[in-house]
């Protein structure tokens, strides 16, 4: 996929139905989803488990677009080779999650992958600068990562200060946790591209009401206009 600055929505299938990953990712692509958001959560790293290699690597036949690993889990390098053949577009990795974030990115990059970094809100832009240089993307938390529907914090110095940094390198930033209508232009004002959205994309619709979820896709590309 060639590299572009337009803004992206990338649902978080934390919100979605979990008796029912493939429908709901054939229902969110269908109605428009930029890429597919997928949590990997640990029960160490952030206080809550979801799925490992073998789940994404189910889901990969669903996803016609792009799919975006976010690992919050530690350590990460002894599962970079599992993730790249369940079939990741991009693997995320937290810059918090053990003392060699540089050789992770490595890794994920020899692994085939796009390497994504992620900084929690506690942690200062300062943490990835050095990190940029292999970067694809740098995913900026507001909120701390465990749970969909938490309440929005304000990052946008952080991202106005990496988006400074990346310069003309094509590099994206995403945001994630918080993200409705009302957050949305407050990021892309700071220079962020790529959205992730969970509740704000799954609220009130399902596989069999699935213009809803279009519906509130729509919401957010509207609050940018
Ligand atoms: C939080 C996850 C998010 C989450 C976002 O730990 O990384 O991707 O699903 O959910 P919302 O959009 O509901 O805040
Ligand atoms: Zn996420």
Do not use: C
């Amino acid at each position: 996929m060639p590299f572009d600055r337009k803004v992206k929505i990338a649902p978080s299938i934390l919100s979605a139905d979990f008796a029912d990953f493939g429908r709901e990712i054939q229902a969110i692509e269908k109605e428009g989803a930029d890429w597919i958001h997928v949590d990997v959560m640990d029960g160490h790293f952030v206080p809550n488990l979801t799925f490992g290699p073998p789940a994404v690597k189910a889901f990969r036949p669903h996803v016609k677009t792009f799919m975006d690993v976010h690992l919050m889990i530690s350590p990460v390098d002894a599962y970079i080779d599992a993730y790249a053949d369940a079939g990741a577009d991009m693997l995320t990795a937290h810059v918090e999650a053990g003392p060699h974030p540089h050789r992770t990115l490595q890794a994920i990059k020899a692994a085939g992958m796009q390497a994504g970094i992620a900084l929690n809100p506690g942690t200062p832009a300062e943490a990835v600068r050095d990190l940029l240089p292999l970067a694809d993307m740098v995913l900026v938390m507001t909120v701390n990562p465990g749970f969909g529907g938490q309440k929005f914090i304000d990052m946008t110095a952080k991202v106005r200060q990496i988006r400074d940094w990346i310069g003309d390198r094509e590099i994206h930033i995403q945001i994630d946790g918080g993200v409705t209508p009302e957050t949305a232009p407050l990021v892309v004002d700071a220079g962020a591209d790529v959205l992730v959205a969970g509740s704000a994309v799954f609220k009130g619709g399902s596989v069999s009401n699935s213009s809803v979820y279009g519906d509130n896709m729509r919401a957010i590309r509207a609050s940018l206009s």
